[in-house]
């Protein structure tokens, strides 16, 4: 590719991925226990206006906008991209939840 003068742009992608996957790796093959026990005594050591200020239940987390944010998070600070292509990651991240989802509709039943 050098002696064409084109831009070796697969030697860059494939330096993000891995370094993704180095992020990843570390948290992935480790086991993480944390202890809860403090958390779990709060919510009854809390006066009615702190209850209103700092909700302890956990079922009102929604998982897709949380998933999202922890996806950001990621691609921003782990690793160092940049604001401005995060609508062409979602973009691409869309067309690949929708390839998915066309194929589990296809997918025929065994009944």
């Known amino acids: 590719m050098l002696i064409f003068g084109q831009k070796r742009f697969m030697v860059k992608i494939q330096n993000r991925i891995s370094t993704g996957l180095e992020v990843l790796q570390y948290f992935t093959t480790r086991e993480w226990w944390f202890d ?3 958390f779990k005594a709060l919510p009854g050591s809390l006066n ?3 209850h209103k200020l700092f909700p302890m239940d956990l079922s009102i987390i929604q998982d ?3 998933i999202e944010s922890c996806m950001i998070g ?3 600070y782990c690793l ?3 604001m401005e292509n995060l609508p ?3 973009l691409q991240n869309n067309i690949l939840d929708f390839n998915i989802e066309g194929d589990k509709r296809e997918a025929p ?3």
Request: proline fraction near 10%.
């Open 80 to 82: 160092k991209e940049k």
């Open 36 to 38: 809860t026990n403090n």
């Open 109 to 111: 039943c065994d009944s």
């Open 88 to 90: 062409k990651a979602r």
């Open 64 to 66: 897709e906008p949380y």
């Open 74 to 76: 990621g691609k921003l």
């Open 48 to 50: 009615p206006v702190d």
